[in-house]
């Protein structure tokens, strides 16, 4: 794969007209089907009103939604508050990229649950909307926008570089910075990796797919926030406790990463959350990542 450009990764946007259907149509605006080729940045381009795109490209912020099933919403139909029909209404200044599989032509849509799918079909309520009504409270004036690339029941082999699901991160990462700023990385997983063997060679997957996000994305210093387990089975087995003391340490051994708690939160079953605590981890990310960004900023500052 080509590596990205550093500077100034701005690309000419060509408006290209296609003939689609009138159920073809409706699929892409729903997010539903991905848009043909030429319709992709079109369907972007067309976004008016809470949803357009800034011209400013440091006025539109985006984050990569990384990690299993907790980050993409673990809710299932069976919970309370799977997903509400409030929660399907689109938020103002808040866009993600859809996530279809094997996507060619990424596109910007307006921003509403699920953002995420299992199986071809949505997932439940995550944390991934709280996080961005949060994050635009702390910064007026701003866009979010929001790449959702998580997997559930993935081990981190299956989601760092090399993987399919990394390799369309990639692809959606240079398609986000044609019109925006990375400001940094969602991470929350690491039940797959529970085993002897997994939860023993986790923190050295882990830091080395943040070297090589930052690496490939041409970021060095790309903010990268993780979050605990529920650490909802008592006694807590020898492999989730090691996974979770990688995720708590990463702040020690890698620089400009951060760690949230999960504590006090509540299940929905023995792996996921439930509804409000989606909301509260939504809230303690964008809490955890704001301080990141800041401390980068404030550094960056005083070497000037």
């Known amino acids: 794969m080509k590596a990205m450009r550093s500077y100034p990764l701005v690309l000419a946007l060509g408006l290209v007209t296609c003939s689609v259907s009138a159920v073809e149509k409706a699929n892409v605006e729903?997010?539903?089907?991905?848009?043909?080729?030429?319709?992709?940045?079109?369907?972007?381009?067309k976004l008016t009103g809470d949803w357009q795109i800034p011209e400013d490209k440091s006025k539109f912020h985006v984050f990569l939604l990384m990690g299993q099933s907790n980050m993409a919403g673990g809710l299932k139909p069976r919970h309370k508050g799977y997903l509400l029909e409030e929660d399907k209404i689109p938020v103002p200044h808040i866009l993600m990229i859809p996530q279809h599989k094997n996507m060619t032509k990424p596109f910007w849509k307006p921003a509403a649950h699920p953002l995420h799918l299992r199986g071809g079909r949505g997932?439940?309520?995550?944390?991934?909307?709280?996080?961005?009504?949060?994050?635009?409270?702390?910064?007026?004036?701003?866009?979010?926008?929001?790449?959702?690339?998580?997997?559930?029941?993935?081990n981190i082999g299956r989601l760092n570089k090399g993987s399919k699901i990394y390799e369309d991160g990639m692809l959606k990462a240079e398609f986000a910075a044609r019109h925006g700023i990375i400001k940094g990385v969602l991470w929350h997983q690491g039940?797959?990796?529970?085993?002897?063997?997994g939860s023993l060679a986790y923190e050295g997957k882990l830091h080395g797919m943040i070297a090589d996000l930052r690496k490939d994305l041409q970021i060095p210093n790309l903010p990268f926030v993780v979050g605990d387990l529920g650490g909802f089975t008592k006694p807590t087995p020898e492999g989730i406790a090691r996974v979770r003391a990688v995720l708590r340490s990463l702040p020690e051994k890698?620089?400009?990463?951060?760690f949230?708690?999960?504590a006090g939160l509540?299940?929905?079953?023995?792996?996921?959350?439930d509804?409000?605590?989606?909301?509260?981890?939504?809230?303690?990310?964008?809490?955890e990542i704001v301080r990141v960004i800041r401390e980068l900023e404030s550094d960056k500052g005083g070497a000037e």
């Open 30 to 45: 729903s997010g539903q089907a991905e848009p043909k080729a030429g319709h992709a940045e079109k369907q972007s381009r």
């Open 123 to 154: 997932c439940g309520f995550g944390l991934g909307l709280p996080f961005a009504k949060r994050y635009l409270e702390k910064n007026p004036g701003v866009t979010v926008g929001l790449v959702p690339l998580a997997s559930g029941g993935k």
């Open 191 to 197: 039940e797959s990796d529970r085993g002897p063997q």
């Open 254 to 258: 890698v620089p400009h990463t951060g």
């Open 260 to 262: 949230v708690e999960s």
């Open 266 to 273: 509540k299940r929905s079953d023995r792996a996921h959350f």
């Open 275 to 287: 509804r409000p605590s989606y909301v509260e981890l939504g809230h303690r990310y964008c809490d």
